[in-house]
């Protein structure tokens, strides 16, 4: 993001310009060690609330939080859109839309105490920036899809169903591995 | 009463629950950002099998969590029975979970990951977060054309050990051993097909190891509570509830809260089918004894608004059933006062093909029912304007502690 580093030349007493200043770049954690991390956040998340991880379930409701602004009396005849949205109800009154801010900002500070606050595209060495961002979009789009229509995405179903032993967890997670090995081959220009 | 989960609206209030969750969130975010899971390319890796990165901090997380969830159940400050477990729905998982799988390889993230690169000003992060709220808006406008399905090959709240007929124990250390075992593997691909030297990776990990399957065996040690140890735990305080007869409620009672439009009233006949067959209040499931734990887990899943009401012929049967359904957590139970055979003393009086007998054995049924009309009796069904009851009323509502429906809901 541009404006961040003109921020930074432009008013370098400002302490957000501190806050912002290009730390060196650290290398991620050892993978066991995330996932250690990443385990003792989803005990403690079903050890308090009861309640696993989710993101997409917020998304979701973003979604029919904007669908309700603009079209009230569409989402109240679709029987999915009215659980959330229906009459008085908002959408948006719901633990996963502060648990959605929390993953910004966790990855945001994590991002910024390592030094990966870095505008840029991830992408395979072989494609152009603007494939990236297309395919970007689309598997974003299948992803948002098949993950309302599996009832969670990777954090909600597979994650935390798993570690709660949900047998269609384990059904989708399997699924979902063999669905992405399976296409990985004929997609490999993507990323190799 | 285990005291995790917390109900934390009722403890915290809204704000306060939101904050914690905004915690966790925050927890969450940062894991998956210090993984390298803002990273695309690191997160496709996983599919060329150069770097395994995902599946060592999925499994990960997941035996961790999992080990530390029954050891937490099994110790008794757990109490799993109000932890959401994710509903199985077969099909619908599997072609969802399909399709999430060709949507991570293309698009390189999954929506939780794709959050974590957006607050890294990742830009494919952006247009995969775009992409999928475009998905999740695609699927709200198109599922009513295929509800059905989606809805179908429900199996409730199934898990593993319940589909393998093994102990909860059991099966956490099979899975532990079985993520010990992958992570060997996954080390091994990256050594043949990523050049990874292994030697340069850190010894800690074997002690990880060995700390995670002995937290699985003390697992298979400890157990899980059964229903009985869960009942002598909540005795002391829930037995005075029967000794002064708080939760079992007048008939009158009984019908007014049919009526009422605020409450969800189940009635739970715990009878012998042949009783329930001769007479049964309307709308009441028939519930044999044994089934009663099964349909614990269903009983969970109904609104905050539902009140449970037990019934056998006198009360001894239905106090018994009470009991294993108060030890699994099942809020807002109650007993039908006198049990079917009060209920037709007090609604059955005038209809003359239900004649009272002279002597019965306790909780048997009291009357001669001439024919197996079940809840087609007038007294299976009486109208409220009729009768002028006087009772005190016992049902006050519970707070719900039970799950609120999963990250996905």
Same mark, same amino acid.
């Given at each position: 993001?541009?404006?961040?580093?003109?921020?930074?030349?432009?008013?370098?007493?400002?302490?957000?310009?501190?806050?912002?200043?290009?730390?060196?770049?650290?290398? =991620?954690?050892?993978?066991?060690?995330?996932?250690?991390?990443?385990?003792?956040?989803?005990?403690?998340?079903?050890?308090?609330?009861?309640?696993?991880?989710?993101?997409?379930?917020?998304?979701?409701?973003?979604?029919?939080?904007?669908?309700?602004?603009?079209?009230?009396?569409?989402?109240?005849?679709?029987?999915?859109?009215?659980?959330?949205?229906?009459?008085?109800?908002?959408?948006?009154?719901?633990?996963?839309?502060?648990?959605?801010?929390?993953?910004?900002?966790?990855?945001?500070?994590?991002?910024?105490?390592?030094?990966?606050?870095?505008?840029?595209?991830?992408?395979?060495?072989?494609?152009?920036?603007?494939?990236?961002?297309?395919?970007?979009?689309?598997?974003?789009?299948?992803?948002?899809?098949?993950?309302?229509?599996?009832?969670?995405?990777?954090?909600?179903?597979?994650?935390?169903?798993?570690?709660?032993?949900?047998?269609?967890?384990?059904?989708?997670?399997?699924?979902?591995?063999?669905?992405? =090995?399976?296409?990985? =081959?004929?997609?490999?220009?993507?990323?190799? | $009463?285990?005291?995790?989960?917390?109900?934390?609206?009722?403890? +915290?209030?809204?704000?306060?629950?939101? +904050?914690?969750?905004?915690?966790?969130?925050?927890?969450?975010?940062?894991?998956?950002?210090?993984?390298?899971?803002?990273?695309?390319?690191?997160?496709?890796?996983?599919?060329?099998?150069?770097?395994?990165?995902?599946?060592?901090?999925?499994? !990960?997380?997941?035996?961790?969590? $999992?080990?530390?969830? *029954?050891?937490?159940?099994?110790?008794?400050?757990?109490?799993? /029975?109000?932890?959401?477990? /994710?509903?199985?729905?077969?099909?619908?998982?599997?072609?969802?979970? +399909?399709?999430?799988?060709?949507?991570?390889?293309?698009?390189? *993230?999954?929506? !939780?990951?794709?959050?974590?690169?957006?607050?890294?000003?990742?830009?494919? !992060?952006?247009?995969?977060?775009?992409?999928?709220?475009?998905?999740?808006?695609?699927?709200?406008?198109?599922?009513?054309?295929?509800?059905?399905?989606?809805?179908?090959?429900?199996?409730?709240?199934?898990?593993?050990?319940?589909?393998?007929?093994?102990?909860?124990?059991?099966?956490?250390?099979?899975?532990?051993? $079985?993520?010990?075992? $992958?992570?060997?593997?996954?080390?091994?691909?990256?050594?043949?097909?990523?050049?990874?030297?292994?030697?340069?990776?850190?010894?800690?990990?074997?002690?990880?190891?060995?700390?995670?399957?002995?937290?699985?065996?003390?697992?298979?040690?400890?157990?899980?509570?059964?229903?009985?140890?869960?009942?002598?735990?909540?005795?002391?305080?829930?037995?005075?509830?029967?000794?002064?007869?708080?939760?079992?409620? &007048?008939?009158?009672?009984?019908?007014?809260?049919?009526?009422?439009?605020?409450?969800?009233?189940?009635?739970?006949?715990?009878?012998?089918?042949?009783?329930?067959?001769?007479? &049964?209040?309307?709308?009441?499931?028939?519930?044999?004894?044994?089934?009663?734990?099964?349909?614990?887990?269903?009983?969970?899943?109904?609104?905050?608004?539902?009140?449970?009401?037990?019934?056998? /012929?006198?009360?001894?049967?239905?106090?018994?059933?009470?009991?294993?359904?108060?030890?699994?957590?099942?809020?807002?139970?109650?007993?039908?006062?006198?049990?079917?055979?009060?209920?037709?003393?007090?609604?059955?009086?005038?209809?003359?093909?239900?004649?009272?007998?002279?002597?019965?054995?306790?909780?048997?049924?009291?009357?001669?029912?001439?024919?197996?009309? !079940?809840?087609?009796?007038?007294?299976?069904?009486?109208?409220? &304007?009729?009768?002028?009851?006087?009772?005190?009323?016992?049902?006050?509502?519970? +707070?719900?502690?039970?799950?609120?429906?999963?990250?996905?809901?």
């Amino acid at each position: 993001m541009t404006t961040v580093t003109q921020k930074q030349v432009r008013s370098k007493s400002f302490s957000l310009a501190a806050l912002f200043s290009r730390r060196e770049t650290r290398p =991620y954690a050892h993978p066991f060690l995330g996932g250690a991390l990443l385990g003792i956040v989803l005990f403690l998340s079903f050890f308090i609330t009861g309640n696993g991880l989710g993101a997409s379930g917020g998304l979701n409701r973003i979604v029919v939080f904007i669908e309700d602004l603009i079209a009230p009396q569409h989402v109240d005849r679709v029987s999915y859109l009215l659980k959330m949205a229906g009459g008085e109800v908002n959408p948006l009154d719901n633990w996963i839309i502060p648990m959605v801010f929390g993953i910004l900002l966790g990855g945001f500070v994590s991002g910024w105490r390592n030094g990966r606050l870095k505008a840029e595209t991830g992408k395979g060495p072989n494609i152009s920036v603007r494939t990236r961002w297309v395919t970007a979009f689309v598997g974003g789009a299948f992803m948002g899809y098949g993950a309302r229509l599996a009832r969670g995405c990777t954090s909600g179903q597979a994650l935390s169903g798993g570690a709660v032993l949900s047998v269609g967890s384990w059904a989708f997670m399997l699924s979902l591995f063999a669905g992405a =090995y399976a296409l990985a =081959y004929f997609v490999r220009k993507l990323w190799l | $009463m285990t005291i995790f989960p917390i109900p934390l609206e009722a403890e +915290l209030g809204k704000i306060g629950a939101y +904050l914690i969750y905004l915690l966790i969130g925050f927890g969450f975010g940062y894991a998956l950002e210090i993984s390298g899971f803002g990273s695309s390319p690191k997160l496709a890796a996983q599919f060329y099998l150069r770097e395994l990165t995902v599946l060592k901090v999925m499994f !990960g997380a997941i035996v961790v969590a $999992m080990v530390l969830i *029954f050891a937490a159940s099994g110790l008794g400050l757990l109490d799993y /029975n109000l932890v959401w477990v /994710n509903p199985t729905y077969l099909w619908p998982g599997i072609v969802g979970g +399909l399709i999430m799988g060709v949507g991570f390889i293309v698009g390189g *993230f999954c929506p !939780g990951t794709s959050l974590v690169a957006l607050a890294t000003f990742k830009k494919d !992060g952006l247009f995969f977060s775009l992409g999928v709220l475009f998905g999740i808006f695609a699927f709200g406008e198109t599922v009513s054309t295929y509800e059905t399905w989606w809805n179908s090959s429900y199996l409730g709240r199934f898990t593993l050990p319940e589909w393998l007929g093994l102990p909860t124990g059991v099966v956490v250390l099979l899975l532990v051993l $079985m993520a010990l075992f $992958m992570f060997w593997g996954a080390e091994q691909l990256e050594r043949i097909f990523g050049k990874r030297d292994l030697s340069q990776e850190p010894k800690w990990r074997y002690a990880a190891a060995g700390a995670l399957a002995l937290g699985a065996v003390a697992v298979v040690f400890i157990g899980q509570p059964t229903n009985l140890q869960r009942w002598e735990k909540l005795k002391t305080e829930k037995e005075p509830l029967l000794e002064q007869r708080l939760v079992q409620i &007048h008939p009158g009672e009984l019908l007014d809260s049919m009526e009422n439009p605020r409450l969800k009233v189940i009635l739970l006949d715990v009878r012998s089918e042949a009783d329930y067959n001769l007479f &049964h209040l309307k709308n009441a499931r028939l519930t044999p004894m044994d089934s009663l734990l099964e349909q614990a887990s269903e009983l969970l899943k109904e609104p905050a608004n539902t009140v449970f009401v037990l019934m056998s /012929n006198d009360e001894a049967a239905a106090t018994e059933a009470w009991k294993v359904l108060v030890a699994e957590s099942v809020p807002n139970v109650y007993i039908l006062e006198g049990g079917v055979n009060r209920w037709l003393e007090y609604f059955g009086a005038e209809d003359e093909r239900i004649q009272p007998l002279v002597s019965a054995e306790q909780d048997n049924l009291r009357f001669a029912i001439p024919a197996a009309l !079940g809840a087609r009796y007038p007294a299976a069904t009486p109208d409220p &304007h009729l009768y002028e009851l006087e009772y005190t009323p016992k049902i006050k509502l519970e +707070l719900k502690r039970g799950p609120s429906g999963g990250g996905c809901g």
